[in-house]
Each structure stands twice: as C-alpha cells, then as structure tokens.
Nanobody, 115 residues
Framework: QVRLVESGGGLVPPGGSLRLSCTAS????????LNWYRQSTGKQRELVAN???????NYADSVKGRFTISRDDVRNRVFLQMNSLKPEDTATYYCNVHARGSVCWGQGTLVTVPS
C-alpha cells in the first residue's frame, strides 16, 4: 500500500520561508516522479512543482524563483523549500505520486501566509 505523509506546514509572515516534507512508503521511491500540489479555499487543486526520477524539476509560473523541490532517494522523501512567501501561497499542500496503477495523495499540510 502506497502511503504519503506530509509535514512542515504552518503560519508564516509574508516574505518568510517554510520547508515542507513528504515521506513515502510502499513504493520503490527512486523510480517515480513526485509532485507537490496545493489547493486553496474555493479553488481547484493545482500543480506547484514536480521532480522526476532523474531529478529534473518543473515549477508553476507562480512559484518559479521562490520554491525549490528536491528529493532524498535514500530516505524516501521529497521536499518543497518555499521562500518569499506571499498571502496567495496560502493553501493546503499535498504530495502526490502516480504509482502501482493508482494516483496517491497524502493528507495535506496547511500553509497560511496572512495578508
């Protein structure tokens, strides 16, 4: 069974930083592309960043230059370093992987940047 557990969310002032972490189990982690999504109230879930098995990265335009995705294939973790946070970054952030025939999601971690 694939399991994803996110952590690291919280309340941070504008301009601040947070580092989200997602720990995966139940998959051969190093083989998969890992994704970070976010969803804010009243909006659709959107892809924030992803990192492939060869560590290539992609970012949404809204976070380019501010967020960095990375992975640790030994500890089965993917990270999202978020700098220069803005109120519009407020959302629940989810880790995601397409593995073993399923789309798997974590429970999410809430990031709040007050205006």
């Amino acid at each position: 069974q694939v399991r994803l557990v996110e952590s690291g969310g919280g309340l941070v002032p504008p301009g601040g930083s947070l580092r989200l972490s997602c720990t995966a189990s139940g998959i051969n982690f190093r083989l998969y592309t890992l994704n970070w999504y976010r969803q804010s109230t009243g909006k659709q879930r959107e892809l924030v960043a992803n990192i492939t098995s060869d560590h290539s990265t992609n970012y949404a335009d809204s976070v380019k230059g501010r967020f960095t995705i990375s992975r640790d294939d030994v500890r089965n973790r993917v990270f999202l370093q978020m700098n220069s946070l803005k109120p519009e970054d407020t959302a629940t952030y989810y880790c995601n992987v397409h593995a073993r025939g399923s789309v798997c999601w974590g429970q999410g971690t809430l990031v709040t940047v007050p205006s």
